[in-house]
């Protein structure tokens, strides 16, 4: 039986989630169907649109995110500490992006009206907005509403009515930063991996691509979660890692999966140092995050993995 979700995400282990959403019945979200020959190609623009405008909606940072065929992966970042600092009026404005809201909410946005409403209606939309902010630090309507969204357009399209996605997304906690850099890297690399880009700035649709778009500029992605570092700003929503750290690790696995190219990963990179983890080890991970690692993903699980994985072989 599938555990609540709730008891899956908890801000007192880990602001870090990776979330995947699936297509019923093998359905195409994008990609081309080679049976019938029809491409959905233009629906990756979809999702890729629709996720980074609830990243400037919510208090829900993006990390990573590709869209594939009949799938995505997002790497998330609960920001409540900005939630909760917000004033009623921001969060009013931030959820009618969204949604229409009340009655009482939309005269409280309207200065006129909002002085001639009485303290028990000043009351009434403060304790809903109260609402509204839990939902914008909600990884659950973060993903309900990128989902919903992208089921309709794509049903409006081929004229039909029902389940587009799979039940439910599939949530993992990344609890440190090994696992988040782990994380980050399996979803950037999804196409490389599954051969449809060669390297990583082939990869359309992917956050990988918008970085290093943004990098030839010497600059960040405002819509994705930034990198620490001399040339940046630090913030609440910093990823805990180097910029020119993540890219050597991105690049350097990538040729795993191009034998044909030169070099490979070694031991001298700063992430996988200070992990404690070898090549064999790294390549294991990268490949294996969501069928090894059901609900939460943390360096001392790799570990008890990887001794697992040992004492295998050697029996």
């Not at 029902?162 to 906690?173: I, L, T």
Request: charged share 25%; with cysteine; proline share 3%.
């Amino acid at each position: 039986m599938p555990r609540p979700r709730k008891s899956l995400i908890s801000l007192s282990d880990t602001p870090y989630y990776h979330c995947v959403s699936r297509c019923v019945r093998r359905a195409f979200l994008c990609g081309k169907d080679k049976f019938s020959g029809q491409s959905y190609e233009h629906r990756r623009q979809w999702v890729e649109n629709r996720l980074l405008f609830l990243g400037s909606v919510f208090a829900i940072n993006i990390c990573a995110y590709a869209v594939m065929s009949n799938h995505t992966h997002v790497v998330l970042h609960i920001d409540r500490n900005t939630a909760v600092q917000w004033t009623t009026e921001q969060v009013l404005q931030r959820w009618h992006r969204l949604h229409k809201g009340t009655v009482l909410t939309q005269r409280y946005l309207n200065l006129v009206e909002r002085n001639a409403m009485s303290s028990a209606e000043i009351e009434t939309v403060e304790n809903t907005a109260a609402i509204y902010r839990e939902r914008l630090y909600d990884i659950s309507w973060f993903m309900r509403l990128l989902n919903e969204y992208i089921a309709r357009q794509a049903n409006k399209e081929d004229d039909c009515t029902g389940r587009f996605w799979e039940g439910r997304f599939k949530s993992q906690a990344l609890l440190d930063e090994t696992a988040l850099a782990a994380c980050m890297v399996y979803v950037d690399l999804n196409p490389v991996r599954a051969g449809i880009a060669r390297t990583p700035g082939q990869s359309l649709h992917t956050s990988v691509r918008k970085r290093l778009r943004a990098i030839k500029h010497n600059k960040q992605p405002k819509a994705l979660s930034p990198f620490k570092g001399k040339s940046y700003k630090r913030t609440s929503a910093s990823l805990p890692f180097l910029l020119s750290d993540y890219f050597e690790l991105i690049e350097e696995t990538s040729r795993q999966f191009h034998p044909a190219k030169r070099g490979r990963i070694t031991n001298e990179v700063p992430l996988l140092a200070k992990a404690g983890l070898n090549i064999t080890d790294w390549y294991w991970l990268i490949n294996n995050i969501e069928n090894e690692f059901a609900t939460k993903i943390g360096l001392s699980s790799i570990h008890q993995k990887l001794e697992n994985r040992s004492r295998r072989v050697i029996a």
